[in-house]
């Protein structure tokens, strides 16, 4: 480094002008060394329950008595004439009493029938 003042002192150039120092310069010599920086990314798992339609049908069911229609019995057939008609010992307990005849289902409609 350069001595501010006389610096040649043995007297060859005596009148030259004192140097000019100028500011110091900063010369850089840039290292990088790795650093690690956190980044979070949350997550949030969300198990999701969709509903899916489908038809499902259910059929309710009841049951009418209606009345049908009056027929004519036919000669020799019917209540108390011994022919395949509602009168005579039967099936079951009976109907419903002396309207039809007696104790069951006569002969023509039950027992006979489905042998």
Do not use: D, K, S
Not at 72 to 99: D, L, Q
């Amino acid at each position: 480094m350069m001595q501010q003042g006389n610096w040649h002192q043995g007297g060859c150039h005596r009148n030259q002008v004192q140097p000019v120092v100028c500011p110091t310069q900063y010369r850089f010599h840039n290292e990088f060394v790795p650093q690690e920086v956190p980044f979070i990314h949350p997550i949030v798992n969300v198990n999701r329950i969709n509903t899916v339609q489908f038809p499902r049908h259910f059929y309710t069911e009841t049951t009418q008595n209606v009345p049908g229609e009056t027929l004519r019995a036919r000669p020799g057939f019917g209540p108390g004439m011994g022919g395949p008609g509602f009168g005579g010992p039967g099936y079951g307990p009976g109907f419903g009493g002396p309207g039809f005849g007696g104790p069951g289902f006569g002969p023509g409609f039950g027992r006979n029938r489905w042998r």
